[in-house]
């Protein structure tokens, strides 16, 4: 399929076609492995007008391979940027990201709720002396006035993980060039077709492919996507040199085969979640529900504008504090011992409906402080909504909060 002609085109379309061309040599259809460390040349010349940036091309996999390469093409196209650079994992394009642009002396604001693990990572940047402030993100003010003389970047996650709050991307991408920052989204939560944070402004867009763009559960994967400029640093600084957290091919191709069905999987995801949360929220021992989707989210209508009304896949919920004068964590602990369906095992956007306890896996590593400012208590719980009937997974539910 022509690939100019595709920007025109529908989003299952584009998520199926961009990136993919046909094998020049054997004609395949689906994009091969390109299973190779390194490639081959006639001509000293011919690689030298590789580095010279004359060609486009791949001489060794660290910093390019063709079948990443097809990914890195239909990711870009889904957002409608320039480019894109596949990873070998998303904290594997943070940390990537995040090194090429900061150095000591830097500043970054960054949005008091996300990803457990890019807490941690933050704290090990202070080690090089980056600083960095925690803000809540849905206060615009507050966001302003954490912004220094030397902040660099805002960094934000939307949904937030694990509370669901939705940053408004568009509004920040305008406070951050104001400021002369850069603004990096972490959308691993709703990536299109619900959010298209690069359309919003955001300067630079990272996803963990390992979630719903591969969507299968079997593949650790990245990836960052913004101008080609500013892909092509991080390429030659962030990943070339500084983390080699390059992709895989194998890994590159099944986020490939993964992502001709996004449209259809997200959607359903999404009806899924829907279903769920309301099964939840209407359960007596059930305190407080966090899906974006529901109108009881503080900001609802944001999440519905901003994701198109595709709120993700993911519902956090608490427990009461005193069922039958059971606590709140071991409500927690007994439903989750006693799901059948539900598998209880951290990640999210998997075919398979995940459930896990924030405050003991994801969160643990994270201070009681922290906890306490990302809204993550003893009796919360995470629910990764699969792609089974939502009847059967509220049947399972259903039965484990009746053990309680
Ligand atoms: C999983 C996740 C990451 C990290 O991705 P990995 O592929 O596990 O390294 C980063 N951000 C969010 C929001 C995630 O859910």
Redesign the pocket.
């Known amino acids: 399929m022509n690939q100019e002609s595709l920007s025109k085109k529908a989003f299952s379309t584009v998520s199926i076609h961009a990136g993919q061309h046909k094998d020049p040599v054997n004609g395949a259809l689906v994009t091969p492995i390109f299973q190779t460390t390194t490639f081959a040349f006639d001509t000293v010349d011919e690689i030298a007008d590789i580095h010279s940036g004359k060609h486009i091309g791949a001489i060794y996999t660290r910093v390019r391979n063709p079948t990443s390469q097809q990914l890195e093409d239909k990711l870009s196209a889904i957002e409608g940027a320039e480019a894109a650079l596949v990873t070998?994992?998303?904290?594997?394009?943070?940390g990537s990201t995040l090194l090429t642009f900061l150095g000591q002396g830097d500043h970054i604001v960054v949005s008091d709720v996300?990803?457990g693990?890019?807490t941690l990572l933050l704290h090990h940047l202070e080690r090089f002396g980056i600083t960095c402030t925690s803000v809540n993100m849905t206060d615009l003010d507050a966001v302003r006035g954490a912004v220094r003389e030397n902040t660099r970047v805002i960094y934000a996650?939307t949904p937030?993980?694990p509370t669901m709050q939705i940053t408004d991307i568009a509004a920040c991408a305008k406070l951050a060039h104001e400021k002369g920052a850069l603004l990096i989204v972490?959308?691993?939560?709703a990536p299109p077709p619900a959010q298209y944070c690069y359309r919003l402004g955001a300067d630079l867009v990272?996803?963990?492919?390992?979630?719903y763009l591969n969507g299968h559960g079997d593949a650790?994967?990245?990836v960052v996507i913004g101008s080609r400029a500013r892909i092509e640093q991080i390429r030659d600084a962030g990943i070339k040199s500084i983390t080699g957290a390059c992709a895989s091919p194998f890994n590159s191709w099944l986020v490939l085969r993964g992502m001709k069905t996004l449209d259809l999987r997200m959607r359903q995801h999404c009806a899924g979640a829907l279903a769920v949360a309301r099964f939840l929220e209407q359960h007596p021992y059930v305190r407080k529900v966090n899906y974006p989707g529901l109108e009881s989210h503080p900001q609802h209508e944001l999440a519905m504008q901003q994701m198109h009304g595709l709120c993700g896949g993911v519902v956090t919920f608490e427990l009461c504090d005193d069922i039958h004068g059971v606590s709140g964590y071991e409500a927690c602990k007994t439903l989750l011992n006693s799901l059948e369906l539900c598998s209880l095992a951290?990640?999210?956007?998997d075919a398979d409906t995940l459930i896990e306890h924030p405050a003991s896996m994801t969160h643990r590593l994270c201070t009681p402080e922290e906890k306490q400012r990302s809204h993550i208590s003893d009796s919360m719980i995470r629910l990764s909504v699969g792609l089974e009937s939502p009847d059967d997974i509220i049947e399972d539910l259903k039965q484990g909060l009746a053990k309680i």
């Open positions: 070998a994992s998303g904290i594997g394009a943070i996300v990803y693990i890019t996650e937030a993980n972490d959308s691993t939560f990272i996803h963990s492919t390992t979630k650790i994967g990245g951290v990640s999210l956007g």
